[in-house]
């Protein structure tokens, strides 16, 4: 079964303090690994998709990364607009699987 | 910026009554998608729909359930007879044909009474 755990489940920051989130996976084949910023009452919007291992991605602060069991989202010196939570999701690419399986998430807050 | 629609944001409903659920997809996408998200727990997969038919479901995905492409807009998500636990904020979402990722709606928050 393919799984997505998510660490840690919460992190607090200081505006400017850069850290990272952990997106660990099992997965009956890679199709493609996402990132996605959920604020709350609404639905995840789209930010990163990895497809392969040692692919890299950049938007603003944010930097995701990608190994054959991991990935990472990098914020770089946040700030409090970033306070969100981030969720992992991948999609298999074995028997042409549609459903992308979530994780539940990492809830930051970016304090001033 | 194209963007998922949802209506309505908030749907209250009794236990055992139907209710529909509506969503536009963005206009040139191919494959779409409902989601639920149960209060504090994670983003899960309910169907999704191609090429005017179902190509995947989950457990969740029950006889009480239906999906429709009713015109070239609208994607609806019908629940026959609610059950409580069916309270979640419901998401579509949808996809081209070329890329993988899936662009999400703002919700309805279904309450089942």
């Known amino acids: 079964e393919d799984q997505v755990t998510q660490s840690p489940e919460a992190l607090r920051l200081q505006e400017g303090e850069s850290s990272s989130l952990n997106c660990s996976y099992t997965?009956?084949?890679?199709?493609?690994l996402f990132w996605y910023r959920q604020d709350p009452g609404k639905g995840p919007e789209f930010l990163f998709t990895?497809?392969?291992a040692g692919e890299e991605k950049e938007k603003e602060r944010l930097k995701a990364t990608l190994t054959k069991k991991e990935s990472f989202l990098h914020i770089t010196a946040p700030k409090p607009e970033d306070s969100a939570t981030y969720l992992c999701?991948?999609?298999?690419?074995?028997?042409?699987?549609?459903?992308?399986?979530f994780g539940k998430g990492t809830k930051l807050t970016v304090n001033p | 910026e194209p963007e998922v629609t949802q209506t309505p944001s908030h749907q209250v409903t009794q236990m055992g009554q139907e209710v529909i659920l509506r969503c536009v997809p963005i206009?040139?996408?191919?494959?779409f998608y409902w989601y639920r998200q149960i209060l504090g727990q994670k983003v899960e997969f309910l169907v999704s729909?191609?090429?005017?038919?179902?190509?995947?479901k989950s457990e969740i995905f029950d006889d009480q359930f239906s999906v429709e492409r009713p015109d070239g807009s609208n994607f609806t998500l019908k629940i026959r007879s609610t059950k409580l636990e069916d309270s979640a904020m419901y998401f579509c979402?949808?996809?081209?044909?070329?890329?993988?990722?899936?662009?999400f709606g703002p919700g309805t928050r279904l309450t089942v009474t």
């Open positions: 979402a949808s996809r081209t044909g070329s890329t993988y990722e899936q662009y």
């Open positions: 997965v009956s084949g890679l199709r493609g």
């Open positions: 990895l497809y392969s």
């Open positions: 999701a991948v999609q298999a690419s074995q028997g042409g699987s549609e459903k992308l399986v």
């Open positions: 206009s040139n996408h191919l494959y």
């Open positions: 729909f191609y090429n005017n038919e179902i190509s995947e």
